[in-house]
């Protein structure tokens, strides 16, 4: 089955840094990869999604790359705010396995003031 | 918010105790998944049904056993359960396999406690 890597597993940043999470997949038939945020107390909810076909997308101040070839895709979070501290997962999901989704371990983000 | 509800929102149990989690979609959705989120193991796929089907059980313990009556309810029966299962059960729906919408929608999380 899929198996998803995330590193760092903690990242603390100074406000108005950027933050980079990574994460690999093993399955190269994976096409979706989707990012959660969770906060504290809170509910994970889907801050950003990419598919195979496309190779970066954004939203605003932040964005997801895929590299299909290296199987790895990363999170980039620009000018970030104290409100960006949480809990991020990676995710990966295989067409040939319904809709499932495969989770990274999470990368805690602590942003400070 | 009404998406997905989870009830009871925390919950207590002896090992010796029979309860029963209950997660509500109001979105829709075809496809109904059960969580489990520790330290150990942030997020961990325990059951998956879609259309009323269990499709996917990932190895887990038989005291943990899901029932899905229709496509917006789910249930995780809960009995004889050990000190290391005590973790936030999560509830997830989405629109289903036979769709492009992968996307997950979380319920609050039942934040259980095994004594």
Redesign the interface.
């Given at each position: 089955g899929e198996n998803v890597e995330q590193h760092p597993s903690t990242l603390s940043v100074q406000e108005g840094d950027s933050a980079v999470i990574k994460c690999t997949y093993s399955d190269s038939a994976s096409n979706?990869f989707?990012w959660y945020k969770q906060e504290l107390g809170?509910?994970?909810?889907?801050i950003i999604?990419i598919r195979s076909n496309v190779g970066e997308k954004k939203d605003q101040r932040i964005a997801v790359t895929l590299n299909k070839t290296a199987k790895h895709f990363s999170l980039h979070i620009t000018e970030t705010q104290p409100e960006d501290s949480a809990?991020y997962?990676c995710a990966a999901?295989n067409p040939n396995a319904?809709?499932?989704?495969?989770?990274g371990?999470?990368t805690r983000l602590m942003v400070k003031p | 918010e009404t998406g997905?509800t989870q009830t009871p929102r925390h919950l207590v149990m002896g090992m010796t105790n029979k309860k029963s989690l209950k997660c509500e979609q109001h979105l829709g959705h075809n496809?109904m998944y059960w969580y489990k989120q520790s330290a150990k193991?942030?997020?961990e796929?325990m059951f998956?049904y879609?259309f009323k089907e269990q499709?996917?059980n990932n190895s887990v313990p038989s005291r943990f056993s899901p029932e899905c009556p229709n496509s917006s309810h789910l249930f995780l029966h809960l009995h004889t359960l050990q000190p290391e299962d005590s973790a936030l059960y999560?509830c997830a729906s989405?629109?289903?396999?036979t769709?492009r919408?992968?996307?997950?929608y979380?319920?609050?999380?039942t934040r259980l406690t095994v004594t």
């Open positions: 979706y989707p809170k509910r994970p909810q889907l999604d809990v997962f999901s319904g809709n499932m989704l495969t989770f371990g999470g | 997905v496809a193991k942030p997020l796929l998956v879609n499709t996917e999560l989405s629109q289903g396999r769709t919408s992968y996307e997950q979380f319920g609050p999380g």
